[in-house]
């Protein structure tokens, strides 16, 4: 047990299993008492069960740590506010959000259906926004009547699909790029209250991407997903200070940070634009591109 997060208190959803349930143990083992909240669903996030979360209470406890169980759906509000004030009523505060719970529905746009799409933007970005606009809400508050800056980390789980937007991901990958410009705004607004906001966009074995058609790509060893938990304490730890608003891609020992979106070429016109005139001043740009098939880029290797 190490001590870098000694007597912070943390909240991780989706904690039950996967990156969550290491990201929970990972921040236990620097001494952070957690609130492990988790709705315990199966893979494409129907059912329930408490038993996921109250086996990572117990091992937490067993290696002598500080847990309680929170269970509720993350897409609730309610439930959000629930799980919060169970950190705040029982360990007396908060200082460490991880929002980390969801789920993958993956489909081309022919085959994905509403629910499909309603449902896993629920679970990530709804999922995020209640959590984050609870803890943002408490953390002002406290700081205003502390007259000074609190001690708040947030990390976002994000996806590299939010950049390269595959195919067979449209809703998961809409969901994770909304999950990014969420927290990118909420970072300019809460640096000023001490509270800083990462996005961790992971690769690991869990059973999300061993249910995959690339589950092969994650049974290597740098794929293990305890790889996932160390820059999860850094970003939460006082030696990430300054470290706001950012986006890392994260598996093994590499860490890749995301390079900011740029404007690309401008192309102005001395009149009201008319198709003739766009498509004469665009035809150099366009020459010789295809249209886009890979997303923004390549993924980092
Ligand atoms: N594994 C990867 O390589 C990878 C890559 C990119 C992003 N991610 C992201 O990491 C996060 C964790 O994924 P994982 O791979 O550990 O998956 P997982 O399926 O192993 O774990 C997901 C957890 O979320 C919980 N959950 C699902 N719906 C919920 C709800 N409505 N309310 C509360 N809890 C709910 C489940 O009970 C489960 O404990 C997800 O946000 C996922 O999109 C994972």
Redesign the pocket.
Known sequence: MGNLLEGKVAVV??????????EALALAKEGARVVV???????D?TG??QD??NQVVEEIKEMGGEAVAAF?????FK?AEAAINKAIDTFGDLNILV??????RDKTIFKLTEDDWDSVI???LK?HYNHIKVACDYWRNKSKADGGPVYGRMIS?????FMFAPLGQPN?AA??AGVVALSMSTAQVMGRYGVNINVV?????????M?SPFAEI?EVPE?D?EHIGHPIVWLCSPLAEKISGYVFVC?GRQITIVERPNMDTKIENDADWTPESLTEKTADYFKDRQPVTDGFSVPPQ
Not at 37 to 43: E, F, I, M, P, Q
Not at 201 to 209: Q, S
Request: aromatic share 6%.
């Open positions: 959803t989706g904690a039950g299993t996967g990156l969550g349930k290491i909240t988790d709705l315990g669903t199966a893979g996030g329930s069960s996921p979360a509720g759906d993350v897409g609730e439930d929002n980390n719970a969801g789920f993958g629920r679970v990530h999922g789980t994000g996806s590299e699909a998961y969901a994770k966009c992971p690769r690991a074995r869990t059973r999300m991407t249910d994650f794929m997903p598996w």
